[in-house]
């Protein structure tokens, strides 16, 4: 409830009152709320053992990965490549779960933008800036189930 307060915070702060579109960093701390949000609905008993530095629990979704909290409080995958000259969003990926809204909609957001495109460069696509839980078979699902692709094919 928190996140949600200080998103309505942000946005009333900021571009509804002024009257102008919101700025690029706006933007990105509005998506870092909502992915908050969405990161606690789906794994809020890794966040709690992480904030205490405890391990997580053993049946976790997210046993197989590292997960780290970063400074702006998102859960990201710790990358295995630390020193690869890469930026820290495509080494330490934002852990997402597909079956929350806002993989749903990350899903349906690459799907479009890639043109309706194979279930594998989407997927890749999305596996350079997020790790989604169930991530191959959510994109596999929305593709088997878009009207334009039906349409198309
Ligand atoms: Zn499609």
Known sequence: MRCVQKFKSTLTKTSVLVNRSPTVEELQQAKNILIRIAQRESFGREIDC???RQPIPKNSKLVKITPIIDDKGLLRAKGRLENAPIDFDAKHTIVVDSKSRFGQS????YH???AHGPVDYVYNEIRQRYLVVGGKSAVKKFS?????????L
Do not use: E, K
Request: some cysteine; glycine content about 6%.
């Open 50 to 52: 992480l904030a205490r």
């Open 112 to 114: 479009t933008q890639l």
């Open 144 to 152: 088997q189930s878009c009207l334009a692709d039906q349409v198309l």
């Open 106 to 109: 990350l899903v349906g957001h």
